[in-house]
């Protein structure tokens, strides 16, 4: 069992001086990183109380803020829904979550666990797996060994639950009335404590995921983005098929003999541990040291900087494909050297504007006079496929006309002008 005790972490935190919230980051005697969050604002008489003291969360939580903690269970924090909506639905996997919304007013306290794997990660062998991982962990533990548990005690205590694999990352959130934070945080670690995937249910899960992929492939975005994997060089993590589906789950597999099961578990047992992963509690009392510390140690965060641009150096290369909708769409991508470091300078941004510009002057509005293009868009998306310790990836959006489909090269020397232009200009006073 790892050690309960907590220290706090010397990170600053940053924020809007309109931002009321109340924050503390502390590491766990595991390694188990979490920002705690207290919003004044909740004001909610929590149901039960935790080592015989009562009192509102606010009243607690005061009483902390201006001294050092010995121990950071005994805080205080809550949380207002604020999760960013995929799971399962906007990040790269698409697949959708159980999501059950609370109709009352009333804020709801939350809990978000990020696990530093994600699909670039994923084995030759098996891809896909982190997602169908991902599917996996709601499938029961040995604390709260029904298939549904977490997800009922959710509903029937006005929230709901979410989940997303990204590129380098799994992110798991809820979000639930802030009375039950406590035993709805107590089912929610127990995914990274003891799931039971269990034999049962993994074809349930693997068609789950074959659905969702079946239901990505009418997206054009998630198409054009399966074929920059599939044509990114061999060996690098951005040519895996990140997706999963019965042939990757299970044919392929089984073809060599490999046991998903053992698979799944192994993986689990190499990567969701505790100093991989990041927790954010907004609501909390006492309660985080005492119910994540049996998360196991070890652990640490995996990055791709060595593998660098998925694309070889200097290469131009023109792919056609059909679309799903009825639209023509140009899009052009520059592959750049991780930002992450530099995030304070945003550089893509200010190239997103100079090229997504739409007054007078701009691309589009060239364009546009030609009867070429109708819409044009720039920049670096929030996809882990384009945010990621190995590259960015820059893209430009061009919506054609059907005269712009049969100029499509000529619309290419346009940009390539205006970027050309930008240059021998430079910056602006």
């Known amino acids: 069992m790892a050690s309960a005790m907590a220290v706090e972490g010397e990170a600053t935190i940053i924020k809007s001086e309109e ?63 604020d999760d960013d909506g995929e799971e399962d639905e906007e990040g790269e996997d698409g697949n959708g979550g159980n999501k059950k919304e609370d109709k009352a007013p009333t804020k709801r306290a939350a809990a978000a666990m990020a696990v530093g794997i994600g699909s670039f990660s994923d084995p030759l062998e098996i891809q896909g797996l982190s997602h169908f991982l991902e599917h996996m962990l709601f499938m029961g533990s040995k604390k709260y060994p029904c298939e549904n548990e977490y997800d009922k005690f959710l509903t029937d205590h006005g929230g709901m639950s979410n989940a997303f694999t990204e590129a380098e990352y799994t992110c798991y959130h809820f979000d639930v009335q802030p009375a039950s934070l406590h035993d709805a945080l107590d089912r929610f670690a127990q995914f990274f404590i003891s799931p039971l995937v269990l034999e049962g249910a993994l074809e349930r899960e693997v068609q789950a995921v074959h659905s969702e992929f079946k239901q990505v492939q009418q997206s054009d975005s998630a198409r054009l983005q399966q074929l920059q994997c599939y044509t990114a060089r061999p060996g ?79 290469e131009r290369v023109l792919y056609k494909s059909g679309a799903v909708k009825e639209h023509h769409e140009l899009n052009i991508t520059f592959p750049l050297p991780c930002l992450h470091t530099s995030y304070a300078k945003k550089a893509e941004d200010y190239y997103s504007h100079l090229i997504g510009h739409e007054g007078a002057g701009s691309l589009l509005s060239l364009l546009k006079a030609r009867g070429l293009a109708s819409k044009l868009s720039s920049g670096v998306s929030e996809s882990g496929h384009d945010r990621s310790t190995a590259c960015y990836l820059f893209n430009t ?10 100029d499509t090269y000529g619309v290419l020397g346009l940009f390539f002008q205006y970027l050309e232009m930008l240059r021998s200009a430079g910056p602006q006073a």
Not at 45 to 62: A, F, I, L, R, S
Request: net charge negative; charged share 35%; no cysteine.
């Open 236 to 314: 690098h993590p951005f040519s895996k098929f990140s997706w999963g589906n019965e042939k990757s789950l299970v044919e392929l597999p089984a073809s060599k003999g490999i046991d998903q099961r053992t698979q799944l578990l192994q993986y689990y047992k190499e990567h969701y541990l505790a100093g991989n992963m990041t927790l954010v509690v907004l609501g909390l009392r006492w309660w985080v040291t005492e119910i994540f510390s049996e998360v196991r140690s070890g652990g640490e965060r995996r990055e791709f900087a060595a593998s660098g641009s998925p694309f070889p150096a200097g």
């Open 19 to 81: 931002d009321r919230k109340l924050y503390r980051r502390v590491t766990l005697g595991n390694g188990l990183s979490a920002l705690l969050i207290h919003d004044p604002d909740m004001l909610t008489m929590p149901n039960d109380k935790v080592d015989g003291e009562g009192g509102t969360e606010e009243d607690e939580e005061d009483e902390d803020s201006d001294e050092e903690d010995k121990h950071a269970s005994e805080e205080d924090d809550d949380e207002e829904d």
């Open 397 to 406: 959006n061009i919506t054609l006309t059907d005269a712009g489909l049969e």
